[in-house]
């Protein structure tokens, strides 16, 4: 029995020592530990054995048992090990291979020139506001003194939900919410960017959906060539220190006096072309003093208070800006036209 033991022992650790994989190995294990293995069923012969041989077969049984898993054990390492290595091998990166370029989007152009509007008027001391565009028809029109059947409504043809709600027709609402919310008793100075909606047909100069600025400017003595200065700064900021301004007479309802602001054409420099009409100019907003009833109806004394309002739309500026000659190039999503504005 002894020498079968021995010769256990030496065929397991050969084959042990051979063993190319995990699954050969576990093989070997079960062959010569399992309980039909090779060492359990020399042990069961055991019984056979005298009392005085029984303890030494027993010990070197155990013996064997124990280099057969100690080599079994150290194989697994040495296998996991090299198992490790060809996997590693076999996933390796090249990082000497040049990396694929990502392609990384940037802000809209619209939202570009919301942006630089706000950083502008922000480094001037404005606030920047935001409001509802699901707005009430009081402040959407009764509160900038455009009462239920007054004409000048026909001038922005209105999305109605209710008869009571719309789709808001300019940003001028968040003036009119932000005087009420200061109750008439500290000066307003702030800008409202966003969405508006008006019933329009859509074509390269018009949209049904487009976006305007408005500022506002409420305080004791303010006075019509303050707006002219801040109009002024924002036209040579935006368009060029070249560029020189020129207010004219107009009508808005919630402004009196009230002003179109134009800009001297960057193509001719005010001598006169096809894209200025041959004008010079170019319309580009509309401002003017705030009207007193305004003012009133927001709880402000229009005999202590004075201010003066403004508002542009982003689109067209982008478009003189930019050249842009089809409005509809802003919403239609064309990758090949946005990526001409991308911001590195």
Not at 33 to 42: A, D, E, N, P
Not at 278 to 302: Q, R
Request: proline share 5%; charged share 30%.
């Amino acid at each position: 029995m002894k020498e079968q033991l021995k010769t256990i022992q030496k065929d397991a650790l050969e084959e042990i020592s051979n063993a190319e994989d995990m699954k050969e190995l576990q093989a070997i294990k079960v062959a010569f530990l399992g309980k039909k293995g090779s060492l359990t069923q020399v042990l069961r012969g055991m019984g056979k054995l005298s009392k005085e041989e029984r303890p030494v077969i027993g010990e070197l049984a155990n013996q064997v048992r124990e280099g057969i898993t100690a080599a079994l054990e150290e194989k697994t390492t040495s296998l996991e090990k090299l198992e490790m290595e060809q996997q590693l091998q076999n996933e390796a990166i090249d990082i000497t291979l040049p990396g694929r370029p990502v392609k990384v989007g940037g802000p809209h152009l619209l939202t570009q020139i919301i942006e630089e509007i706000e950083d502008l008027f922000i480094g001037m001391g404005y606030e920047v506001r935001e409001g509802p565009e699901v707005e009430t028809d009081y402040f959407n029109f009764e509160a900038l003194n455009l009462p239920k059947g007054h004409p000048a409504r026909d001038m922005q043809d209105t999305f109605y939900i209710t008869n009571e709600l719309l789709m808001r027709t300019h940003t001028s609402p968040v003036q009119a919410r932000t005087m009420q919310e200061y109750q008439g008793i500290k000066p307003v100075k702030m800008i409202c960017p966003g969405k508006v909606y008006r019933r329009d047909t859509d074509d390269a100069t018009h949209s049904h959906q487009f976006t305007q600025i408005e500022g506002l400017y409420v305080d004791k003595n303010v006075r019509m060539s303050d707006l002219k200065g801040t109009l002024n700064t924002f036209a040579k900021k935006t368009f060029g220190e070249d560029r020189e301004i020129r207010l004219r007479p107009s009508y808005f309802p919630f402004t009196e006096p009230s002003v179109e602001m134009d800009i001297s054409c960057k193509v001719c420099r005010g001598e006169g072309c096809s894209v200025c009409k041959e004008t010079g100019w170019i319309e580009i907003l509309g401002g003017g003093m705030v009207h007193p009833n305004v003012l009133s109806m927001a709880g402000y004394d229009p005999d202590v208070y004075t201010g003066f309002a403004f508002g542009m739309g982003p689109d067209r500026i982008a478009m003189l800006k930019y050249g842009v000659e089809d409005i509809r190039h802003f919403y239609t999503n064309d990758i090949r036209f946005l990526k001409q504005f991308h911001q590195a």
